[in-house]
């Protein structure tokens, strides 16, 4: 009976392709890049309770999305933060409680044990390794190291680079 009818195999061959490539579009889009494997949001779960509400709006506001930018996946609720991981799933990150001191965050390594230093120079002694392969200038905007935000002047890697090195500089 299908075999007369070519249409209704056409149909279910266009229909099994387009939800195969949804599904692939739809794992794709998972993954923050083709070369890694996707972010395991759970690890965030050793941070609950690290921040509190006003800590995280304000870096969240002023230094990791700025102007907003996190709204659409990132809510605040009363006792933590709601994320949007991928088109499905969100995870939860618990926030330290009003009046509530936040604990501690988890450390993986351990401070070197530096010599007692000069205060002039404290950073005698200490080696330092800057990458001198970010350019700035005209050359950043070509080489995509550069971002502008609102109406700012614009940032430009290789010129941050060079700023660093002029502030250690003095402390060497």
Request: positive net charge; contains cysteine.
């Amino acid at each position: 009976m299908l075999c007369r009818r070519p249409y209704v195999w056409i149909f279910c061959i266009v229909r099994s392709i387009v939800l195969l490539a949804a599904a692939a579009a739809t794992a794709r889009a998972q993954m923050v890049t083709p070369l890694s494997s996707p972010p395991d949001w759970r690890r965030l779960q050793a941070y609950d309770g690290s921040l509190t509400a006003d800590q995280f709006m304000r870096w969240l506001d002023g230094v990791y999305a700025p102007g907003h930018a996190g709204q659409a996946w990132i809510r605040l609720q009363a006792d933590g933060v709601m994320i949007r991981t991928n088109a499905t799933q969100n995870v939860r990150l618990a926030l330290a409680g009003a009046g509530q001191a936040p604990k501690a965050v988890p450390r993986y390594w351990k401070p070197l044990p530096r010599p007692a230093t000069d205060p002039d120079h404290p950073l005698a002694g200490v080696s330092i390794a800057i990458d001198p392969g970010h350019l700035g200038g005209n050359f950043a905007r070509m080489e995509e190291r550069w971002f502008q935000l609102e109406g700012a002047e614009p940032i430009r890697e290789g010129d941050l680079t060079l700023r660093v090195a002029q502030v250690l500089a003095p402390q060497l």
